[in-house]
């Protein structure tokens, strides 16, 4: 087995591993860093993300106020000395990325412009049109080119990670061009593997989503974090849940139902003004809009279509230029894909999977409980989202903490003793075999395609926007069944070069755990609180009970054993959260109170 | 239901096929899937491998056209699978080759790495004309200077420009025309002075006077990045240059 040997392993290379691996290049230009990615980095999911990147710029701006928003926005349930560490950092970080290239959008003075976004007070979102995803993707690894640190393994896929002495110290990872496995040595490792949308059915997210990186942690022993939060996006491409971004709305775009109205006043979201205003109406957060789309589909005010019910988008008064210059992508992909031109026509949505808010637990230094393991990006939870991320805090994160990663690992990794090659190269070829073992096995028939398929259907009835116990109790049986079922997967496939057949099915080994993680974590929540909604008997937030994350922790063969933790409360006590009138209502309150204590 | 109709609901998909492990050379493989009005020809793709034949290899992530991982010949031109739609093609069977002048690995997955290094060999990143710490906060650049190199700077590496440039198919070694619009992205930056250190790369022997301007890869490219007009400059800078390297030996 070929063996390599780094001081740090970063697996994922999207907008958190490249970061990562930057920052350990810069600060020691002598550490060897291995780069492993499943995809070439420039094929990442960061690239899909469209709307833009949350950093404090304008004077009338605050990090209070970039901290209120996120802490609201996450219902309370956000680790508040990170969101405050967070928004002190995101600035900087947009302007190094300025500094690498990245094509933001600009005044026509020169100086960047920000647009609005929902749950966001004030006008903070750095864009870069409507592909911020991808210019900040391809500056990252364009970047990355100049560090001859780097040493990249493009196109490998993660199959286990290396624990030895109660440290992750390493990886097995397999190159599908050949069908070989090479054991990778580091003194520190940062999992940087995006997060696990594609367990449901209709998402936004790419084919690799696939929660890699949260089921190779958990199977150590690591804790996933706040699970049971996933994320709906309002508007997506119905029947395939391609994205239209956040910003067309921050943009001026209204959400219709069928008979033509704004819908949204009628959820506490309110008033309707001409012009878009911040937190009200289009501009509120994607849980609470996802939710009224949900009601309003009950009400029968949606539009049926074989895809599943729908509402509309409608951006026709922004005018043709206006689409062109800021929304580049959403008009490419609403006429290639729909046939439809924006400025005519309003664009039929409903909301889809878009986000795992929770993750593989790591503090503020992006550290996991266990030693040489950080996490960094969607598949962690160093707590910023809480229990509802609003849109633009996760590209943001990306690179704030993808920095992090690499600083904390690097020093980590000063400190660590040198691997024992020979401990490494035996058990990397107990991973190895046993994957091999997958491939070979004769199995009972079953196609892990179908298993797939049952997985996304099961997830999309028990957890999606609105919950009840039964149902979520018959998803977590469901899943136990299709654990069981994988046992007995066949796959077609047998040989070495290019085995596709082989590593989806592994993957969706890892899918199914994660996915046994989200469920158990919502069926034992038993309340409402942002992206978590029942109508089964807990319809109100408890803080009493559940101001808590919930840790799903692996058992081989049983379900996940799910325990709480507390919530880090510093400075924004849990109140009610609320947007439109009620909320500008409710924040004026809060200014008074904090005027007569000053 | 009469068999017009039935047939009406399939569509026929012909591959090209290559296992490494079994065939001497590639060949072509008829599947039928349902047809619908919304299928594009990589959920197509996908129902065959998850319905009909999980050994059939093909790249693929977004669904939406910008990583740029499923480009391939589709009835012999290169374009994304995700973003062709069966609705939008002749009647009759659709035929799928991996994308002409890369060597094959497996059925549609083609060699990546040799594009890659290109990329890499045209130093891809902004080395500043002016250096600037983060405390002194972002560099000025107006609309008209971004509008200078914006264009190139959205290309998705799909390499559909490769497939369709018959100067690369002739010789691998050309540095192509995504590499020179990525090149030209860094040197109509307004941040950038790497102009100098990029010469080589565009008027060596496998640079811009390899092109026989076809004009194919501009026709081809799903973004607009337009990378024969990123050619065509270089071939003016690199004129330029070359003019210059007299007057200064005088």
């Known amino acids: ?598 | 239901m009469p068999d017009a109709a039935l047939a009406a609901k399939t569509v026929e998909l012909r591959i090209l096929r290559y296992r490494p492990a079994s065939d001497e050379r590639p060949s072509y493989e008829s599947f039928h899937v349902p047809y619908s009005q919304e299928m594009s020809v990589l959920e197509a793709l996908q129902s065959i491998k998850d319905t009909l034949d999980g050994s059939l290899s093909f790249r693929w992530s977004c669904r939406m056209a910008v990583c740029g991982s499923c480009g391939m010949m589709i009835n012999g031109k290169p374009q994304l699978a995700c973003s062709t739609f069966l609705r939008n093609l002749p009647p009759g069977p659709v035929t799928l080759e991996p994308l002409n002048n890369f060597p094959i690995e497996r059925d549609l997955v083609v060699t990546v790495g040799d594009f890659v290094k290109k990329i890499e060999s045209i130093y891809p990143y902004i080395i500043p004309k002016v250096p600037r710490t983060i405390e002194e906060g972002a560099y000025l650049q107006t609309p008209a200077q971004m509008a200078a190199y914006e264009s190139f700077s959205d290309c998705i590496n799909c390499m559909l420009c490769y497939a369709a440039c018959p100067q690369f198919g002739e010789n691998p070694d050309f540095i192509g025309p995504g590499a020179m619009a990525l090149l030209q992205r860094y040197n109509g930056d307004s941040r950038d002075g790497g102009q100098r250190l990029r010469l080589d790369q565009i008027h060596g022997e496998n640079g811009v006077w390899s092109c026989t301007a076809v004009g194919y890869c501009s026709e081809v490219c799903p973004k607009q990045v337009d990378p024969a007009n990123a050619v065509n400059q270089n071939k003016t800078n690199s004129a330029f240059d070359f003019f210059l390297s007299f007057v200064r030996k005088a």
Not at chain 1, 49 to 57: L, R, T, Y
Not at chain 1, 251 to 267: A, P, V
Not at chain 1, 366 to 379: I, Q
Not at chain 1, 390 to 416: I, R
Request: net charge negative; hydrophobic share 40%.
């Open chain 1, 1 to 598: 087995m070929d063996y390599y040997d780094a001081d740090v392993l970063i697996v994922g290379a999207g907008g958190a591993g490249l970061r990562a691996a930057i920052a350990v290049a810069e600060a020691d230009p002598s550490a060897k860093i291995a780069l492993v990615s499943k995809v070439y980095p420039m094929r990442s999911h960061t690239v899909a993300a469209e709307g833009g990147s949350a950093g404090v710029i304008q004077t009338t701006d605050s990090l209070d106020a970039h901290f209120n928003d996120t802490v609201h926005g996450g219902d309370w349930l956000c680790e508040q000395d990170v969101v405050e560490f967070f928004v002190s950092r995101s600035t900087a970080e947009m302007i190094q990325l300025e500094h690498w290239g990245c094509p933001w959008s600009r005044k026509p003075d020169g100086n960047i412009n920000v647009r609005a976004f929902g749950g966001m007070k004030i006008e903070r979102t750095w864009f870069a049109a409507d592909r911020s995803g991808f210019h900040t993707l391809h500056t990252l690894f364009q970047t990355s080119i100049k560090y001859p640190s780097i040493k990249r393994f493009d196109e490998y896929f993660c199959v286990d990670l290396y624990v030895d002495d109660g440290r992750a110290q390493g990886a097995t990872v397999l190159s599908p061009s050949t069908g070989e496995f090479t054991a990778i040595g580091a003194r520190a490792v940062i999992l940087a593997t995006g997060g696990a949308g594609r367990v449901f059915r209709q998402n936004t997210n790419g084919g690799i989503v696939t929660g890699d990186g949260m089921a190779l942690a958990y199977r150590h022993g690591v804790p996933l974090r706040d699970m049971e939060f996933m994320q709906y996006h309002p508007t997506c491409m119905p029947g395939s849940g391609i994205l239209f971004t956040e910003a067309c709305r921050g943009e001026g775009g209204h959400l219709l139902n069928k008979d033509g109205y704004r819908y949204l006043q009628d959820y506490g979201l309110g008033p309707v003004t001409p012009e878009p205003r911040n937190k009200t109406m289009e501009l509120g957060p994607r849980d609470r809009l996802s939710q009224a789309f949900w009601q309003e589909s009950k009400k029968g005010r949606t539009v049926e279509t074989p895809q599943g019910d729908v509402v509309y988008l409608d951006m026709r008064h922004l005018g043709r230029a206006k689409l062109k210059e800021r929304l580049p992508l959403i008009c490419d992909l609403a006429e290639e894909f729909m046939d439809l031109d924006p400025a005519d026509s309003p664009i039929p949505v409903r909301p889809a999977v878009h986000y795992t808010m929770g993750g593989i637990v790591a503090d503020i230094r992006t550290a996991t409980p266990l030693a040489g393991l950080y996490a960094a990006g969607e598949c962690s939870s160093v707590g910023i989202h809480g229990a509802n991320r609003l849109g633009s805090n996760s590209l943001a994160e990306l690179f704030v903490f993808g920095h992090v990663a690499g600083d904390e690992a690097l020093k980590f990794s000063k400190g660590a003793p040198a691997v024992k090659t020979d401990r490494l190269l035996d058990q990397a070829k107990a991973s190895a075999a046993k994957v091999v073992a997958l491939r070979d096995q004769k199995g009972g028939g079953i196609r892990h395609a179908d298993l797939r398929k049952e997985m996304a259907m099961t997830m999309e009835e028990g957890c999606g926007i609105y919950r009840t116990a039964a149902d979520m109790q018959a998803t977590c049986d469901k899943l136990a069944e299709l654990k069981r079922q994988f046992r007995d997967v066949t796959i077609e496939d047998r040989s070495a070069v290019w085995n596709t057949d082989w590593i989806s099915a592994v993957e969706l080994g890892y899918q199914l755990d994660v996915a046994e993680a989200v469920a158990h974590s919502a069926l034992l929540r038993k309340e409402s609180r942002g992206a978590h909604q029942r109508i089964d008997g807990y319809e109100a937030r408890d803080d009493v009970n559940f101001l808590a994350h919930s840790l799903a922790n692996y058992r081989e063969g049983a379900a996940p054993e799910i325990t709480y933790g507390p919530v880090k409360i510093t400075r924004s006590k849990p109140g009610e959260r609320a947007y439109g009138a009620l909320g500008e209502a409710l924040e004026v309150k809060e200014e008074k109170k904090d005027a007569a204590h000053a």
